[in-house]
């Protein structure tokens, strides 16, 4: 039998508020450049490595608020033409013809026709990666806000290098990876196969949702197809001489249905039937059902993973067809967030006064799944939700509109400056990424367990 660690790993080699109050505190987020030489003269107690990563955060925090325009056009331009998964080449395009100008080193297609890694480098030191999503979803555009994160991107990035290059200490490396694909492609999985986070030693991103959740729980999630296979015959005349695939697929839905009663709460499956028959006069010989199987960490997708089966199976069996799976090799797993890391964020947000509550509703805490839950498995990292003024859902019209208005801006540039002011932590104060990477360790012991 294997080990929890073991089929772990299996399982990530087979994956080849709501409310406009927050303004309030946004206005006074505007004068961080005053309120941070206050900041310092209160805690005289502050090392130097403090004191300079003060005045770093508020070079990078003037320089997002002075560039604001520009990011703004950025993810209008994104907005404005929706790209799927894998198919963003105007976003890949318009990004890295940005960074290019802003004089980063770009590596255009970095392993992905629409990924892209972008250097600049200030001495040896940590390596900080920011990553950027720029796809959209079919028919509904940017209803996950992923213009946004490209433009948060872009900003954080902006903050950080011009941070370093007024430092007086050559302080380390940042990344900005373009990464493809979330949207039910996991372009970040093929580029952590292709080797793109070996050289990285943390990755952050912040996403746009309803509300502000600095360390949300991201599902694992594992899809498949379930295909039944029976024998078609007149449905009249000798339905007794077919095989109905109909049945098979109404009985595996039906399974699942009763099997949730005995699911773990923090666990989801849900699908659909994505082919149900030809026509009503013929006892239907192929059927097939699409379902996504999740759980808070790889492991209990795992043990989930078994019970569908013999859903799937025994559907099957009752109706005489046969079953295939077809499993999508790039499964997502659950988002591991650092903890020291995100506790930096939360400190940085606080500074802008802007307040996260750890101890959220679980139900609000619990999201879909995000492919940087495996860069999370690679690489300590953080994934935090940053509301745009709105309570509706992603993955809506009304998200849509949202994510492409004036009104969600102020939030995206208040999220990159929380990010930019995390990664300066970090590159200034070197003894970090040792508590980092201590968290980081214990954190994969206790997910394979
Ligand atoms: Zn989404
Ligand atoms: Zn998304």
Redesign the pocket.
Known sequence: MLSSVARMHTFLKDSGLRNFRHLGSLKRSDKLCHVLPTFLYINKSYTSAMADSSSLKQIACSTIENRKEELNQLSQKIWCNPELKYEEHQAHDLLTGFLEKERFKVERNHHLPTAFKAIYESGLGVTVAVICEYDA?PEIGH??GHNLIAELGVAASLGIKAALEQSNSKLGKLVVLGTPA??MGGGKIDLINAGAFSDIDIAMMAHPKAFDISRPIALANAIVTVRYRGRPAHASSLPWMGLNALDAAVMCYQGIACMRQQMKPTCRIHGIITNGGAAANVIPELTELEFMVRGPTVVEVEELKKKAIQCFEAAATMTGCTVELEWVPNAYANMVTNSTLISLYEENASKLGWHHHTEGKPELKTS?STDMGNVSYVVPSIHPFFNIGTDVS??SRVFTEVAGSPGAQPYTLRAAKALAMTALDVLSQPQLINRIKEDFQKDLETNSS
């Open positions: 979803l209803a996950c979330e949207e879909g992603n993955h």
